[in-house]
């Protein structure tokens, strides 16, 4: 999977804007020039060939504050790599606004790019885009352990949840990933409710507790913005008699080749 800190976009990005700008019949802007400051949240989407009002296209001072447009002022978008879709060649920020929003249309494919924004005597600002495709089919895969327990009121096991590809390979989060979790028997066990796997990272840790101390079973299932959710199960018995074996669980079971130590034994 493409790395987002080295994009193969990022060295063409500055030439672009410095070409479209200079096709405009405007005078370049200078470092004590107010600055358009681009942002897209979220700045990773799905391949799905819809419309998506997730660019915001800011003016700021050189030292970061709001810029309120003296006049309508116009900003001129591109995007770098067109395979993936188009952005709104112009938008109109109005007088005593510092701020519009503005629409990128996927084209179904999936990809990375850099939206690149301008107007005369503005410097100009750029964010990069993230598109998957539906072949990339990114998923959540949960593992719940120890997954047979006794039903014994506050006995706990551990959630973790691993980010796959469509090959059933590791990847690393480009960005935070937060998790919902969720189990379908409250009184079976209940399950901390959200956890966050880091940037950089492959997978997150919660915690389940059991609460009945009746035997019965619950799903338990973790969803995120633009992951096919995961879930696994909890089981709980009757405790009796003298245990009679060790039963040793692994989660997550495919890792990164990372050389970092992992806690995935139970």
Do not use: W
Not at 73 to 80: A, G, N, P, Q
Not at 111 to 121: D, K, L
Not at 156 to 162: A, C, L, R, W
């Amino acid at each position: 999977m493409a790395n987002m800190e080295n994009p193969p976009f990022k060295r063409n990005a500055l030439a672009l804007t410095l070409l479209m700008l200079c096709l405009l019949p405007t005078t370049l802007a200078s470092e004590s020039s107010p600055q358009i400051v681009v942002h897209i949240a979220p700045d990773i989407i799905a391949a799905d060939g819809g419309r998506h009002e997730i660019i915001t296209v800011e003016l700021q001072t050189p030292k970061g504050e709001p810029y309120l447009a003296p006049e309508e002022t116009r900003i001129y978008l591109s995007l770098t790599n067109e395979e993936i879709g188009s952005v709104e060649p112009v938008v109109v920020i109005p007088e005593g606004k510092s701020y519009v929003k503005a629409v990128f249309k996927s084209s179904g494919k999936a990809g990375f790019g850099i939206v690149t924004a301008g107007a005369p005597n503005f410097q100009p600002g750029e964010a990069y885009l993230q598109v998957l495709g539906s072949n990339f089919d990114a998923r959540l895969k949960v593992y719940a352990h120890p997954n047979s327990q006794p039903a014994v009121p506050g006995a706990k096991g551990n959630v973790t949840v691993q980010l796959l590809d469509s090959n059933g390979e590791p990847f690393t989060a480009l960005q935070d990933v937060h998790v919902r979790i969720t189990s379908s028997n409250s009184t079976i066990c209940r399950v901390t409710p959200s956890l966050v796997i880091p940037q950089g990272r492959n997978y997150g840790v919660a915690l389940f507790e059991i609460v009945g101390s009746r035997p019965g079973t619950a799903l338990i299932s973790a969803q995120a913005t633009g992951f096919e959710p995961g879930s696994d199960l909890v089981n709980t018995f009757n405790s009796s008699g003298r245990p009679y074996q060790l039963s040793l669980y692994l989660g997550p079971e495919t890792l990164m080749p990372d050389n970092t130590t992992h806690q995935t034994l139970t």
